[in-house]
Structure formats: structure tokens, C-alpha cells
């Protein structure tokens, strides 16, 4: 393992460095998605249980307990998160017939942190540490926890076993419990700004680099991501609708994009009647550059109370896009309201 961190992670690292010397039983780290808070936790996590950690809090990669978390076997180590996460997500029940194996691993992997996953950390706590040191738990993102996890986290951060730290991110702090937020030493992760993140997605050998990562709101490995996908098909052809709203438009969108996970198009439109917003007040575009003549049109045309009707029904939206009762449905009235808005 790699025990780099992004560069726009420096000075978080040199902040984070300040609170080991009095250590939190529980950091909850907070920021946008795909700036890379997952791995700056879990370097931190190596840098925690390394037997030879350098001046500047970075794991020395050469002790066994470097070893073993390179080799993701480390005794005093737990990581937990969602199994849709995984490579290769557990099977409930593995000791199960053949049969079984093969219709739990055919299930769909769940996008929550359940109670079971808390649970087993029980015994793991209990115990004494392998090599008398800190036995740390790596948990992400804290909005997957669903509230029968929340709560048995919540009683486990109530009554910190002694010597162990847990080490959660967050993309959200709104959709976490405020009882688990009051138990954790809140840790802000910022944004990189365009240059840095740029520049790194450049030297990563990202094509058309600048437009990813608009789109992407700024986040890096998001805009990584998206690019090595190799196709803005999808997003196209909503930014399409968007762009000429009209009713047949939408339902033909929808039907087109009903197997898309919804969290995708939810945030485009998110980002697009942002745009329209900013352009409106400002005169200014954040995600969609290449959309100009048709956002500054748009921003002409719909009145402010309408817009911000609009911003606040997809940010409603955003809340239930994991969990539709129908997929195209959700689309259709989702874009139906925006052709709407934008017809009036």
C-alpha cells in the first residue's frame, strides 16, 4: 500500500497530526464526495498502528504491522462498509449448502451499513490488542448506516472500549445522526481548489480533463471516475432535456435512463438548476460551461420563485433516489416537473 496522500490532503494530514497526542475515540471526517477521504482515513489508520511511524505521522511501510495492513490482514484492524463497496462482497450464512452460496451471492449487494456489520465488531473490541498498541475501526460512509446500525453504533461511541479509535467519513453530516455527530471530534476535509485538482487529474493522464471535473463539482476522484467510464452518453442526453425542456422530451428521457442508479441523473439536475440559479444572479457557470447559451436562456426565462421551487424538489429528491418504488416513475415526475417549471 501506498502510504502517499493526495496532495491537496496536505495540510488536513499536518492538522490531523496535532490530535495524536491527546487521540479522540472517535474522528468523523466530513467533506465532499470524491475528494478522498476514504483513503486519507485509512493511511491515518496505518500511520495509528505502525510499530515505526515517521516524524511527519506517516506509517514506515517495513514493520510487520505495515505488513500485515498492506496485506489487509491486520489483527487490530476492522474495516467497515457497505457491501456494494466490496470486491467481493461476504454471503450471509457461509455455512450453507452449495446452494445457498450461490442465491446469496446472486442477491444484489445491499448500499447499507447493517447491524450485523456492528455487531461482529463486539468480540473484536473485547479482546486485547495483538501487539499492545491501538486497535482501530475504519467506518464509510457514515450515511450508509441504517438506523438499526446507527443505534448500535451510537451505544458502542457512548461506552468507547479503552484503546480503540474508530475513524468515520462522511459525504454528508445532514444524513447522520446528530447523537453520533455529538459523540465524534468533527474534522473538516476541504475541496481542492480547480488548480490543484486539475492538475492532478492531468498528471493522472485524464483526457479533457477541465470538463469532468466541472461536472464532477470539483471532486477529483470523481471526475476520475466519470472519465474512465469513457462515455458521457448518459449524461448527455439528460443535459439534452435539460437544455430544450419539453413534456415528450422528459418521458422519453425517462424511459431512457430508468436503469441508470437515479443518485446520477438527481445530481445532474441538481447541478444544472444550480447553474441556472448562479447564471441568474450572477452571471456566472459552475458545472456546464459548454451549456452556456442555453443556461443564460433558461435564467431569462423562469422567475426566481419557480427556480428555487425547483432546486428544493430535487433536493428532496436526492434524499429517496436510493429506494424508488419505480425507477422510471421517479424520472418521469422528476422531469415532468422540471419541463414544467421551465414551460410556465
Given at each position: 500500500m501506498s502510504h502517499s496522500i493526495y496532495p491537496w490532503q496536505e495540510s488536513s494530514w499536518r492538522q490531523l497530526q496535532t490530535l495524536r497526542q491527546r487521540m479522540p475515540h472517535a474522528i468523523l471526517f466530513h467533506g465532499a464526495a470524491g475528494i478522498g477521504k476514504a483513503?486519507?482515513?485509512?493511511?491515518?489508520?496505518?500511520?495509528?498502528?505502525?510499530?515505526?511511524?515517521?516524524?511527519?505521522?506517516?506509517?514506515?511501510?517495513?514493520c510487520a504491522s505495515c505488513g500485515w495492513f498492506s496485506q489487509q490482514n491486520h489483527p487490530d484492524y476492522r474495516r467497515v462498509r457497505p457491501e456494494s463497496m466490496e470486491d467481493e462482497p461476504a454471503a450471509e450464512g457461509e455455512e450453507?449448502?452449495?446452494?445457498?452460496?450461490?442465491?446469496?451471492?446472486?442477491?444484489?449487494?445491499?448500499?447499507?451499513?447493517?447491524?450485523?456489520?456492528?455487531?461482529?465488531?463486539?468480540?473484536?473490541?473485547?479482546?486485547?490488542?495483538?501487539?499492545?498498541g491501538l486497535r482501530v475501526v475504519v467506518l464509510y460512509p457514515a450515511e450508509a448506516l441504517n438506523m438499526p446500525a446507527s443505534n448500535a453504533l451510537l451505544k458502542t461511541l457512548e461506552e468507547p472500549p479503552p484503546g480503540t479509535v474508530f475513524l468515520v467519513a462522511s459525504n454528508g453530516l445532514d444524513r447522520v445522526l446528530p447523537t453520533i455527530l455529538s459523540r465524534c471530534r468533527k474534522f473538516a476535509m476541504l475541496m481542492p481548489t480547480h488548480a490543484e485538482a486539475l492538475a492532478w487529474l492531468k498528471e493522472q493522464g485524464v483526457p479533457d480533463a477541465d470538463s469532468w471535473l466541472?461536472?464532477?463539482?470539483?471532486?477529483?476522484?470523481?471526475?476520475?471516475?466519470?472519465?474512465?467510464?469513457?462515455?458521457?452518453?448518459?449524461?448527455?442526453?439528460?443535459?439534452?432535456?435539460?437544455?430544450?425542456?419539453?413534456?415528450?422530451?422528459?418521458?422519453?428521457?425517462?424511459?431512457?435512463?430508468?436503469?441508470?442508479?437515479?443518485?446520477?441523473?438527481?445530481?445532474?439536475?441538481?447541478?444544472?438548476?444550480?447553474?441556472?440559479?448562479?447564471?441568474?444572479?450572477?452571471?456566472?457557470?459552475?458545472?456546464?460551461?459548454?451549456?452556456?447559451?442555453?443556461?443564460?436562456?433558461?435564467?431569462?426565462?423562469?422567475?426566481?420563485?419557480?427556480?428555487?421551487?425547483?432546486?428544493?424538489?430535487?433536493?428532496?429528491?436526492?434524499?429517496?433516489?436510493?429506494?424508488?418504488?419505480s425507477p422510471k416513475l421517479f424520472l418521469e415526475d422528476m422531469l415532468l416537473e422540471y419541463a414544467n417549471c421551465c414551460e410556465r
Open positions: 483513503d486519507f482515513i485509512e493511511r491515518f489508520a496505518q500511520g495509528l498502528l505502525c510499530e515505526a511511524v515517521l516524524p511527519d505521522g506517516h506509517a514506515c511501510g517495513q450453507g449448502d452449495g446452494e445457498a452460496k450461490k442465491a446469496a451471492k446472486s442477491k444484489t449487494p445491499s448500499k447499507e451499513i447493517k447491524i450485523e456489520q456492528i455487531r461482529s465488531l463486539a468480540d473484536f473490541m473485547n479482546i486485547s490488542t495483538h501487539r499492545q466541472r461536472e464532477q463539482g470539483g471532486a477529483p476522484l470523481a471526475a476520475m471516475a466519470q472519465a474512465e467510464n469513457g462515455s458521457r452518453e448518459e449524461l448527455e442526453t439528460l443535459l439534452q432535456l435539460l437544455a430544450h425542456p419539453s413534456v415528450e422530451g422528459a418521458l422519453k428521457v425517462a424511459d431512457k435512463l430508468q436503469k441508470v442508479p437515479l443518485a446520477g441523473p438527481v445530481s445532474w439536475l441538481q447541478r444544472w438548476l444550480y447553474d441556472v440559479f448562479s447564471y441568474k444572479l450572477a452571471g456566472n457557470i459552475r458545472y456546464y460551461p459548454r451549456y452556456q447559451k442555453e443556461l443564460a436562456g433558461l435564467a431569462d426565462k423562469i422567475h426566481v420563485s419557480r427556480l428555487m421551487a425547483a432546486i428544493k424538489g430535487a433536493n428532496e429528491r436526492r434524499a429517496t433516489a436510493d429506494h424508488p418504488l
